[in-house]
């Protein structure tokens, strides 16, 4: 199963890879802010991920990594 990590240094809550993600498994978390001060994209249910990396390749800030 590929492995999505969002760097939550890096990560200030734009939302791009909200709307990128085909499968709709991006959100950005309600409760938890970043050491930015954002609300950082977290996944929703990581076993639906096909891997196609359009949210990390979407991101302006490269704050996401797939690993497969
Ligand atoms: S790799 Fe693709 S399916 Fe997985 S979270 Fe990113 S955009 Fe969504
Ligand atoms: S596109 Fe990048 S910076 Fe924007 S919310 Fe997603 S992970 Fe954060």
Excluded: Q
Excluded at 5 to 23: Q, S, W
Excluded at 56 to 68: F, H, L, N, Q, S
Aim: with cysteine.
């Amino acid at each position: 199963m590929p492995r999505i990590t969002v760097d939550e240094n890096l990560c200030k809550g734009c939302g791009m890879c909200v709307i990128a993600c085909p499968r709709k498994i991006i959100a950005l978390s309600k409760e938890r802010i970043s050491p930015k001060g954002y609300h950082p994209a977290e996944l929703t249910d990581e076993s639906l991920c096909t891997g196609c990396c359009s949210c990390a390749t979407m991101c302006p800030d490269v704050a996401i990594t797939v690993e497969r």
